[in-house]
C-alpha cells in the first residue's frame, strides 16, 4: 500500500489458525523488522543514481518516464528494489500481506479453489511476481500444509519471479529458514532454489520466461504498479507546418537552471511510443500506459489458455480514466518523483481496462472488484471471527480488528484496491455429460469463482 502516514503503527500479528487460546503468538516490532534496515543503515544510491541519469541524459537527450522508472527501480547496481528491503513501518510503504496474516490465508483458500475448480490437476505451480517479503507466500503456504489432505498427493512448486537478489535473501528466509542456494552463475535462469519450511521446492526467477509450464497459478501483488509507465499529453501541435491535435510524450530531462536537477519536458515530435501506444478511442488529455504490464499479460494469458490455471492481479487501479498517477513514496509521504532518484519507491496505478485489453480473448476476465467484496465474498468476515474467538490476548485481538478494517474500510484499502482474474476457458464451461450405464448423466456445474463471488467450496 502506498499512502502517506497512519500506516506506520500497523505491526502484523500472527494468530495460529485454529490453536488453542494458549498458544496464540505476536510477533514483536522489533522481530517483524528484523530482516530489514534502519534509516541510518539505508545505502544512499541517489547521488549515483543521479549522476548515471545525467550523464545517459548528456549522452542521448532527454529519456522516457519508463526509462526513469525502469533505471530508478531495478538497475540491477542502484535501483531502489535492488539495494532496498523497503517494506514495512521501517521502509518506504505497507502492503495487505503485511498488514494481516488473513489476506494471505484468504489468497491461499482462492488458490485451492482455482485448482479445484480446474479438475486438481497432479502438478501444481504457485508462481508469485514480486514477493517482496515473502509474506503472502508464507501465509499461502501455512494453508496448503494445513489442507494437505485436500492436496492429496499433488506435486505442489512454489516458483517467485523477483528483480531484486536483496529482496530474494529476505524471501528465502522467510519461506526456507535461509536453507537456499544461490546460483553459481548471475545469468543462471533459476538464480536461487530450495525447499520452503513445509517441504516444497522453491525457485526463483528473474523473468516468467524462465519458470516451467503447467498448470500454475500466477499471483501479483502490488507489482504491475511497479512497472515502468510512458506518459503521453495530448497537444494542439504545430507539426510539419501544420496546426493539429497530436499526443506527445512527456519526457524526463536535465534542468537547464540547476544542472544538479532534473524536470519533465514534452518533446515537440511524435516518438514511437507516442505514435503506438495510444488507443485510437482515447478522451483523456493525459495518459499512462504501461507496454511491459501488457507483454506480461498477454504470456500469462497463453500459458493460462495453453497449460491451465489462473492468474489474480491485485493492486491499486482504474478502469481506463484516471490520468496522472505518477507518484514517488518515501518514508511512509509523498515523495517528488523526480528527487533523489533511487532514494523512494516509484510507481502508477494500474489500467485494468488495457491490461483486459491485453489479454484478448485467449482467456476469460473477471473484475476488477474492490479489496473490501473480494476479501467480503472469500469470507473474510468467517475468519476474523475464528482467529478473535482463539485469541485472548486484548492487545492482539485489537490489532486483529483494525488490521481487518484497513483491508476493508472503503475510506482506507476496501476500495482503491481492486482483484481482477484471468482463467482458462474450460473453468468455466460445463463439462460434456458423460455416457452411463442409465443413460446420460449430467456433469456437474463448474465451481463459481471465489472472491468474485462467494465462497462455495463444499
Ligand atoms: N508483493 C509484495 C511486494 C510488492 S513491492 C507485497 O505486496 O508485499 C514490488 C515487488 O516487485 C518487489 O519484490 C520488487 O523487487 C519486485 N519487482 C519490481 N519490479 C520487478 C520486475 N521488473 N521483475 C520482477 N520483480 C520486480
Redo the contacts with the bound molecule.
Keep these: 500500500m502506498r499512502t502517506v502516514g497512519a500506516l506506520q503503527r500497523f505491526s502484523r500479528v500472527l494468530v495460529c489458525p485454529c490453536p488453542p487460546p494458549s498458544s496464540v503468538r505476536s510477533w514483536s516490532m522489533a522481530q517483524i523488522r528484523s530482516c530489514s534496515r534502519s534509516s541510518a543503515e539505508k545505502p544512499m544510491p541517489r547521488n549515483s543514481m543521479l549522476r548515471h541519469l545525467t550523464s545517459k541524459i548528456k549522452a542521448t537527450g532527454p529519456i522516457s518516464v519508463a526509462e526513469y522508472m525502469r533505471e530508478v527501480?531495478?538497475n540491477p547496481v542502484t535501483g531502489y528494489?535492488v539495494q532496498n528491503d523497503?517494506?514495512g513501518p521501517d521502509g518506504d510503504f505497507i502492503?495487505?500481506?503485511?498488514i494481516s496474516q488473513i489476506f494471505g490465508e484468504l489468497l491461499g483458500i482462492w488458490c485451492l479453489s482455482e485448482w479445484m475448480g480446474a479438475g486438481k490437476p497432479s502438478h501444481f505451480q504457485l508462481v508469485?511476481?514480486?514477493?517482496?517479503?515473502g509474506?503472502?507466500a508464507n501465509d499461502i503456504l501455512r494453508v496448503f500444509s494445513q489442507l494437505r489432505g485436500a492436496l492429496g498427493g499433488t506435486a505442489v512448486s512454489v516458483h517467485l519471479?523477483?528483480?531484486?537478489s536483496k529482496?530474494s535473501q529476505v524471501q528465502a528466509q522467510a519461506l526456507t529458514r535461509d536453507q537456499s542456494q544461490v546460483s553459481a552463475r548471475e545469468d543462471e535462469p533459476v538464480y536461487r532454489q530450495g525447499t520452503t519450511t513445509t517441504g516444497l521446492p522453491i525457485s526463483w526467477y528473474?523473468n516468467l520466461d524462465d519458470v516451467p509450464r503447467g498448470f500454475s497459478i500466477y499471483l501479483a501483488?502490488?507489482?504491475f504498479d511497479?512497472?515502468p509507465i510512458h506518459k503521453f499529453q495530448s497537444l494542439i501541435v504545430m507539426w510539419a507546418q501544420r496546426t493539429e491535435k497530436g499526443w506527445r510524450e512527456v519526457m524526463v530531462d536535465i534542468d537547464p537552471d540547476e544542472p544538479g536537477k532534473l524536470r519533465f519536458v514534452i518533446v515537440p515530435a511524435p516518438t514511437l511510443a507516442s505514435t503506438q501506444l495510444i488507443q485510437a478511442d482515447e478522451v483523456r488529455r493525459l495518459v499512462e500506459v504501461c507496454p511491459?504490464g501488457g507483454i506480461i499479460i498477454q504470456h500469462l494469458a497463453n500459458r493460462i489458455a495453453e497449460d491451465g490455471g489462473a492468474a489474480l492481479i491485485a493492486d491499486y487501479g482504474h478502469g481506463g480514466t484516471k490520468t496522472d498517477t505518477f507518484r514517488g513514496f518515501k518514508d511512509h509521504k509523498l515523495h517528488d518523483v523526480l528527487a533523489s532518484p533511487g532514494s523512494a519507491d516509484l510507481t502508477a496505478d494500474v489500467d485494468f481496462s488495457y491490461l483486459r485489453k491485453m489479454a484478448g480473448a485467449t482467456v476469460a476476465c473477471m473484475g476488477p472488484v474492490s479489496q473490501r467484496d473480494f476479501l467480503k465474498n472469500m469470507g473474510i468476515d468467517t475468519r476474523l471471527q475464528v482467529l478473535l474467538r482463539n485469541c485472548a490476548d486484548p492487545s492482539i485481538k485489537a490489532q486483529l480488528i483494525q488490521s481487518y478494517d484497513m483491508l476493508t474500510n472503503p475510506q482506507k484499502m476496501g476500495e482503491r484496491f481492486q482483484f481482477f482474474t484471468m482463467l482458462n476457458h474450460r473453468r468455466l464451461t460445463r463439462p460434456e455429460p458423460e455416457q452411463s450405464e442409465g443413460g446420460e448423466k449430467k456433469a456437474p456445474a463448474p465451481l463459481p469463482v471465489a472472491g468474485f463471488s462467494e465462497l462455495g467450496l463444499s
Design positions: 527501480l531495478t528494489y523497503m517494506l502492503t495487505s500481506p503485511e508469485e511476481f514480486g514477493p517482496g517479503r509474506s503472502l519471479v523477483e528483480v531484486s529482496l528473474r501483488h502490488e507489482f511497479a512497472l511491459e
